[in-house]
């Protein structure tokens, strides 16, 4: 896949002790997408234009204003890329939630949920389903290595999911949110199931991040980086297997540790 194409040029001084020279550097284009549901417009979101049927998929998905791909009777991505039309049968409590509670999420970005964590009545994921700790350090390495725009820029973040037969499914996305939501709508559209699978994200784990976990029936999300007091409690609660600081051999598992087969 092409992915020179979600980046632009730019004329940088770049300074070395007291030397500046003039030369081109490559940043990351971000645009507004907006989403379309049955015809009224939903919400605009600062993203990378790419995967957007998967973005809109995943997004409506944590959202929980459709509850799965069946929903879905049409979906279509404007000539331009920054428009999304979807048709679907919606839970309008839902969409109604995210219009009244748009909470800005701590996610870059700027992203938006309605996803109250107070009232959110998800049953506890009780899925006996567990790996290794070295599945967890050769994965996330793996998770690192493989990030063609982080490499070429610097500038995106990444989600990926390790499916329980060994393979996986990647996003890179200018904010986390928009990144677990377009790698969640790619299993969907791929009819992979995530319900015994691990979710390896950039970024530290706040609340809402986990949260979407939660929704997605993920048992178990990973980072190099810390949870949030609030992203703790959250997986406690729902049952997921939270784990921070995994780097080499070494992790910190803060909820759930049961998962994982030493």
Known sequence: MDNTKYLKTVL?????ENEVTQVED?????????????GEKTISMMCIPKDQDAHAIGFLMSENVISSLAD????????????????ATINENSLANLY????LVSGCGG??????????????????????????????????????????????????IYLLDGSTISAEDIGRHN??????????????????????????LSSEMVTKAVMHRVPII?????????????AHKHG???????????????????????
């Open 12 to 16: 940088i001084d770049k300074l070395i």
């Open 26 to 38: 490559v940043t990351i284009d971000e645009s507004r997408l907006t989403l379309y549901l049955n």
């Open 72 to 87: 879905i009777h049409q979906i279509e991505i404007k000539e331009d890329g920054l428009r999304v039309d979807v048709t």
């Open 100 to 103: 009244k509670e748009k909470t």
């Open 111 to 160: 992203g938006v949920t309605g996803n109250d964590e107070t009232s959110l009545k998800i049953p506890f994921n009780q899925t006996s389903f567990k790996v290794t700790p070295y599945t967890i350090s050769s994965e996330i390495k793996i998770f690192y290595r493989e990030s063609e725009l982080y490499e070429l820029t610097g500038c995106v973040h990444k989600a990926m």
């Open 179 to 204: 990144a677990i939501d377009k790698v969640v709508g790619k299993c969907k559209l791929q009819k992979l199931d995530t319900t015994k699978s691990i979710l390896f994200v950039s970024g530290r």
């Open 222 to 234: 990973v980072s190099r980086t810390a949870p949030t007091y609030l992203g703790v409690q959250t």
């Open 240 to 262: 997921i297997t939270l784990i921070g600081f995994a780097r080499g051999k070494k992790m910190n598992v803060y909820t759930h540790a049961g998962r994982i087969d030493v």
